[in-house]
């Protein structure tokens, strides 16, 4: 049965109409929710993963996931967080496989700007963070997540995600600013 | 409340301190620097995020939703052909074994028995394996239920949770279909694979160092 191409999607859909017309498995929904989700996706998945091929990935994989679940998608979180969660889920599936296979890590793509040392310094310090103190602080502070939001994505507590970035940050700052840390 | 340079980590992490140190930044150096390269961090942070073309990402994305809408017929195809060459090889075997009778009539009366017989045997013997698998991936469960109830675990912990509650929700789904159909070799292959995939999930989990 080929897809339904969605005409009843208005042209500023508000979230529910958006979902009831995925939940129709209209296309037109999932390419709108694929331009207001993707850009975010792809650069949260590209620090999980340090490769912009496996980010790719992870968000295609996770396209289908929302496609496949959605009908089933119960509406106690907002469409977003749910989406992230899943995203997430298909980040560490990667991750596991790439285990499961030994593959050699993936050296990071790091961004050449020299302009910014910070950044780069700041890129290479996120690698040795705790994993979750690491996701909280790249939803918060890189993607701009609230912490209602992330808090839905880990299925944690607010406090905790607040908890979390705050460690997060302090082991950042011990990193790029006392010199024993080789980064 | 005196606000003192030890203060300052805690106000960090509690806004309602902030107006607290904010005052006391006023005087110190020492803590205005710190909470400078605070929000130093949180601003080469936001230079983090990157975004490039993927001019086919959405293609592909909608390829693959078109493919999910149309049901999966080459998959279920091989499966379907494994499976009916593997009871095809059982039915010959349970014919050559079956006791010979002189008369054409009783040998054809034998092979539809023997075929009926083996189609009832076969089902009661994947009942039986899948309850003992069940009951094995039952124990695995328990084993690491702990785990994965602990609230402060890992999120890739969280993640083994969600994927073996979608397992679950599929595996229900799967078992509910068979009990309409119960000699659909092709269901009974996705709920062994679902099984498989549950295991699988579940001895990772249980092999998982939990202080990460």
Same mark, same amino acid.
Request: charge should be neutral; glycine fraction near 2%; charged fraction near 30%.
């Given at each position: 049965m080929p897809l339904p191409f969605g005409a009843t999607l208005p042209d500023n859909p508000t979230d529910a109409e958006l979902l009831q017309s995925c939940k129709r498995g209209e296309v037109c929904a999932f390419e709108r929710l694929y331009g207001l989700y993707?850009? !975010?996706?792809?650069?949260? +998945?590209?620090?999980?993963?340090? @490769? #912009?091929?496996?980010?790719? =990935?992870?968000?295609?994989?996770?396209?289908?996931?929302?496609?496949?679940?959605?009908?089933?998608?119960?509406e106690n979180s907002a469409l977003s967080t749910w989406i992230y969660r899943i995203l997430v889920n298909s980040c560490y599936d990667i991750l596991r496989k790439r285990q499961r296979l030994a593959e050699k890590p993936i050296l990071k793509e790091f961004s050449m700007d020299s302009k910014l040392p910070l950044k780069v310094a700041l890129e290479r310090a996120l690698l040795k963070?705790?994993? !979750?103190? *690491?996701?909280?602080?790249?939803?918060?502070?890189?993607?701009?997540?609230?912490?209602?939001?992330? @808090?839905?994505?880990? &299925?944690? $507590?607010?406090?905790?995600?607040?908890?979390?970035?705050?460690?997060?940050?302090? +082991?950042?700052?011990?990193?790029?600013?006392? $010199? *024993?840390?080789?980064? | 409340?005196?606000?003192?340079?030890? =203060?300052? &980590? *805690?106000?960090?992490? %509690?806004?309602?301190?902030?107006?607290?140190?904010?005052?006391?930044?006023? =005087?110190?150096?020492?803590? #205005?620097?710190?909470? !400078?390269?605070? %929000?130093?961090? @949180?601003?080469?942070?936001?230079?983090?995020?990157?975004?490039?073309?993927? /001019?086919?990402?959405? $293609?592909?994305?909608?390829?693959?939703?078109?493919?999910q809408s149309q049901p999966p017929k080459h998959r279920a195809d091989w499966r379907l052909w494994a499976l009916t060459a593997a009871a095809a090889a059982m039915v010959l075997l349970a014919v050559l074994r079956w006791p010979q009778t002189p008369t054409d009539k009783s040998v054809a009366t034998a092979n539809l028995?023997?075929?009926?017989?083996?189609?009832?045997? +076969?089902?009661? &013997?994947?009942?039986? %394996?899948?309850?003992?698998?069940?009951?094995?991936?039952?124990?695995?469960? !328990?084993?690491?239920?702990?785990?994965?109830? %602990? /609230?402060?675990?890992? /999120?890739?912990?969280?993640?083994?949770r969600e994927k073996l509650q979608m397992l679950d929700s599929a595996i229900l789904e799967t078992r509910s279909n068979i009990a309409q159909n119960r000699f659909n070799v092709r269901l009974q292959t996705d709920l062994a694979d679902l099984y498989r995939e549950k295991r699988q999930t579940l001895q990772e989990v249980l092999t998982r160092d939990q202080s990460n």
């Amino acid at each position: 049965m080929p897809l339904p191409f969605g005409a009843t999607l208005p042209d500023n859909p508000t979230d529910a109409e958006l979902l009831q017309s995925c939940k129709r498995g209209e296309v037109c929904a999932f390419e709108r929710l694929y331009g207001l989700y993707a850009a !975010r996706m792809k650069s949260l +998945a590209y620090h999980l993963l340090a @490769s #912009r091929g496996d980010a790719e =990935d992870a968000v295609q994989e996770t396209f289908m996931k929302v496609y496949k679940a959605i009908g089933a998608f119960e509406e106690n979180s907002a469409l977003s967080t749910w989406i992230y969660r899943i995203l997430v889920n298909s980040c560490y599936d990667i991750l596991r496989k790439r285990q499961r296979l030994a593959e050699k890590p993936i050296l990071k793509e790091f961004s050449m700007d020299s302009k910014l040392p910070l950044k780069v310094a700041l890129e290479r310090a996120l690698l040795k963070l705790n994993e !979750r103190h *690491r996701l909280v602080f790249l939803m918060f502070e890189v993607e701009g997540l609230k912490h209602s939001e992330i @808090s839905g994505v880990l &299925e944690v $507590p607010e406090g905790t995600s607040r908890a979390w970035l705050f460690e997060a940050k302090r +082991a950042l700052k011990q990193m790029l600013t006392e $010199p *024993r840390h080789e980064i | 409340m005196k606000f003192e340079c030890g =203060d300052l &980590e *805690r106000a960090l992490a %509690n806004p309602d301190l902030m107006a607290d140190a904010q005052l006391h930044m006023r =005087d110190c150096a020492a803590c #205005r620097n710190e909470y !400078r390269i605070w %929000n130093e961090i @949180s601003t080469a942070a936001k230079q983090l995020h990157c975004e490039w073309d993927s /001019p086919d990402l959405w $293609p592909n994305i909608r390829k693959g939703l078109e493919a999910q809408s149309q049901p999966p017929k080459h998959r279920a195809d091989w499966r379907l052909w494994a499976l009916t060459a593997a009871a095809a090889a059982m039915v010959l075997l349970a014919v050559l074994r079956w006791p010979q009778t002189p008369t054409d009539k009783s040998v054809a009366t034998a092979n539809l028995s023997a075929q009926d017989f083996l189609t009832d045997q +076969a089902l009661k &013997e994947v009942e039986k %394996n899948e309850a003992a698998y069940r009951h094995s991936i039952d124990e695995l469960s !328990r084993l690491a239920q702990p785990k994965l109830e %602990n /609230p402060a675990s890992s /999120p890739l912990l969280a993640s083994y949770r969600e994927k073996l509650q979608m397992l679950d929700s599929a595996i229900l789904e799967t078992r509910s279909n068979i009990a309409q159909n119960r000699f659909n070799v092709r269901l009974q292959t996705d709920l062994a694979d679902l099984y498989r995939e549950k295991r699988q999930t579940l001895q990772e989990v249980l092999t998982r160092d939990q202080s990460n």
